[in-house]
């Protein structure tokens, strides 16, 4: 049986078949850059780039799109409030784009970091304005859309299939808008395409209707049509982008269109800090970079950014994850234990004596493979494969304490390593380099140690150990001095 993917729109289980053989798109929503990246962006992009990275072990050719917005992306997630970037470039006091431009870097460094594959095109919502506009025109053109006052409406009354993703009713939709709703919308449903900006709005531009921005919605679908087809295979996004975010994409897209816009659309679970939804107002909004270096009150250390990916990879996608410092922990340990076992299986290639491999073990590799696979082709189980994962680092402990082990044996067990944990998974490396010597902190914490014990030896009388480790110390080029507050030490300048 192939891949199996739960598809949120017929919501079920689908064998996973492309338009076009071999081939792939995937389109994911891509993050609002008014922020560093924090743990709930770990968890969707881990999340779709282990489905690329799947896709590519299987053979298919995959265009990997994933936008990044820097525009229209409201306070609300309906159509009202203000732009989050102005907002928060006026807090920073910077200009928007440049705090785009600032928080997309960071972005890419977090996600490089935690070893996700770069989509193959990150389009930006302001290089597309003129294909947003294209988009609203057509929409006008063929009545599903309204103009009023400078800003453009589409009207949800006229496209009949609207919410089927999320399974609202537009009755629904409308009890539980957040926000008043503007007087110049026929009904309370319809949402902006295109809003008019007031004189003073810093993101605008010129457009058929005045001078005005795309509302948040548009550009997903102008460029996932852009780049992937007017029908796309797979469009992924956070399970709270259903609604309204990937409803009002699908009306737009389809109306355009008149056909499909995606076939599988596969959404990814929250994520939850110390079992609470995490918030700024809870202080349990953690960063990457904080996660990564331990400055938060919640967090007893920082974490190995792969160890964070790893906790990731415990849950299945569709699952909520809960992140706490202890289940950190429990993850980087694990993702420890791999990477030790790599690095052994790696070393001992170098000494073992050479062979052919062992032929049970290959069947026992090729075993372990399939149960992988199958996990994989289940919706992407990565929990499950992650323990086939952990089955290969007992066999591989199992064959390194074996002195007859050979090198071809090593080397079948390295490849696996290779292929399911670096290649689908993500978290075996091609190399680990060795770590640089003693930084200067760490070496004078080594001396104080050494410094220490010898002055005990002297207080208590045990002169000829005190006087040998005196000899050995300066022979290493660190003299003391020997004082009433106890032994300094300063390290023996030699002439260049
Ligand atoms: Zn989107």
Redesign the pocket.
């Known amino acids: 049986m192939g891949l199996q993917l739960y598809n949120s729109l017929t919501r079920r289980k689908e064998e996973f078949k492309p338009l076009e053989e071999g081939r792939v798109g995937i389109?994911?929503?891509?993050p609002t850059v008014y922020g560093h990246a924090h743990l709930g962006h770990a968890k969707s992009y881990v999340s779709f780039d282990i489905l690329v990275r799947y896709l590519r072990y299987l053979g298919y050719s995959v265009t990997y799109v994933q936008?990044i917005?820097d525009v229209g992306h409201l306070t609300d997630d309906a159509d009202e409030g203000e732009d989050k970037l102005v907002v928060a470039a006026k807090k920073e006091k910077k200009h928007p784009m440049a705090l785009a431009e600032y928080y997309t870097r960071s972005y890419f460094e977090d996600m490089d970091l935690l070893n996700c594959v770069r989509p193959d095109i990150s389009p930006r919502a302001t290089g597309h304005i003129i294909e947003q506009i294209e988009l609203v025109k057509v929409l006008l053109e063929k009545g599903y859309a309204y103009e009023v006052n400078g800003s453009v409406y589409f009207e949800v009354a006229k496209f009949p299939d609207y919410g089927k993703l999320s399974g609202r009713n537009v009755d629904d939709m409308i009890a539980g808008a957040r926000v008043e709703v503007s007087p110049d919308k026929k009904a309370p449903a319809d949402f902006a395409l295109w809003k008019k900006a007031e004189p003073n709005h810093i993101m605008q531009w010129p457009s058929p209707w005045g001078p005005g921005f795309p509302g948040?919605?548009l550009?997903?679908?102008v460029m996932?049509m852009k780049y992937l087809g007017k029908t796309i295979d797979i469009?992924g996004?956070g399970l709270e982008?259903q609604f309204p975010?990937?409803d009002y994409?699908i009306a737009q897209s389809e109306a355009a269109n008149g056909v499909q816009f995606v076939r599988t659309w596969i959404h990814n679970n929250m994520i939850t800090v110390d079992s609470q939804k995490m918030g700024k107002s809870l202080n349990n909004f953690i960063t990457l970079k904080q996660a990564f270096s331990g400055a938060h009150e919640r967090l007893t250390r920082g974490y190995e950014p792969l160890s964070v990916r790893q906790l990731i990879l415990n849950s299945h996608y569709r699952s909520p994850l809960d992140f706490s410092d202890a289940a950190l922990f429990a993850a980087q340990s694990g993702y420890q234990k791999i990477t030790g076992a790599v690095k052994a299986v790696r070393k001992r290639m170098g000494t073992a004596a050479q062979g052919e491999a062992d032929k049970k073990v290959a069947e026992q590799l090729k075993q372990l493979r399939e149960k992988f696979e199958t996990a994989m082709n289940d919706d992407l189980n990565t929990s499950v494969a992650l323990s086939v994962l952990f089955e290969l680092v007992r066999l591989a402990q199992k064959l390194l304490k074996d002195s007859s082990t050979n090198v071809g044996t090593l080397n079948l067990v390295n490849v696996l390593f290779d292929r399911l944990g670096g290649e689908v998974l993500g978290i075996v490396k091609a190399e680990y380099p060795e770590p640089a010597g003693l930084d200067e902190k760490r070496f004078n914490q080594l001396v104080d140690i050494v410094v220490g014990i010898r002055d005990k030896a002297r207080k208590n009388g045990d002169f000829e150990t005190s006087d040998a480790m005196r000899a050995k110390l300066e022979a290493s080029g660190i003299e003391l001095h020997d004082g009433p507050q106890g032994t300094q030490w300063s390290i023996i300048e030699t002439e260049p």
């Not at 389109?27 to 891509?30: A, E, I, L, N």
């Open positions: 389109y994911v929503c891509g936008n917005t948040w919605h550009e997903c679908s996932s469009h996004g982008n975010h990937h994409e």
